[in-house]
């Protein structure tokens, strides 16, 4: 990680460290102190850059919440074939599932087991309003015969598929031999989710 936190504003080595510090110790844990250290920075700089740590903890959720936010803004915005905006949909979602495992794991527990936090609580708010609908209408215009409540259970049945292995972590691999840690074997699960969701049957 080092080697990569040189290249960025200090600014973005606070955020890229409190990132890393969420998905692999909990907010609980996170001081200035222990940020300051692992960015390589004064603790004022803190202070200057975020007012206080707070702020630092939603901008870091943000930065986060935005990647996954411009995937879903992708199936509104991109220009090929349905089943083509699909399999990028799966593809783009999945990878940034694996780039921070943790960290949406814990955000997941934590919204499951207490309030969620502000910038947690606005992208939940984006799925429930936007994001479910984009991919019930991407799926719609695949398949137009299909009736609502069946886009609806596709839709369901999608967003569960990407989303239950990362919330069984490891256990995944445990239970059912399933190590989708292997990019070979997550190509063949992106891959079948998206036949799934494209079948017509």
Not at 107 to 118: D, F, G, N, T
Not at 177 to 189: A, F, H, P, T
């Amino acid at each position: 990680m080092k080697s990569q936190l040189h290249m960025l504003t200090t600014k973005e080595k606070i955020i890229q460290v409190v990132i890393d510090m969420i998905a692999q110790d909990g907010f609980q844990n996170i001081t200035n102190r222990k940020i300051a250290a692992k960015a390589g920075v004064n603790a004022a700089a803190i202070n200057y850059h975020f007012g206080s740590k707070d702020v630092l903890i939603n901008e870091a959720l943000k930065h986060v919440m935005d990647q996954l936010k411009n995937i879903f803004e992708y199936l509104k915005t991109g220009n090929e074939d349905e089943e083509t905006q699909l399999s990028t949909f799966i593809n783009n979602y999945i990878d940034i599932l694996f780039k921070y495992p943790d960290i949406i794991r814990h955000m997941a527990s934590y919204a499951i087991h207490h309030k969620p936090l502000a910038e947690h609580e606005e992208y939940l708010v984006f799925i429930q309003t936007e994001g479910f609908e984009l991919i019930k209408n991407t799926i719609g215009k695949k398949i137009p015969e299909l009736d609502d409540s069946v886009l609806s259970l596709k839709t369901l049945n999608l967003i569960s598929g990407l989303n239950f292995p990362l919330l069984m972590g490891e256990h995944i691999n445990h239970y059912m031999g399933v190590d989708l840690s292997n990019k070979e074997i997550r190509q063949m699960y992106k891959k079948l989710l998206l036949e799934n969701v494209c079948r017509r049957g």
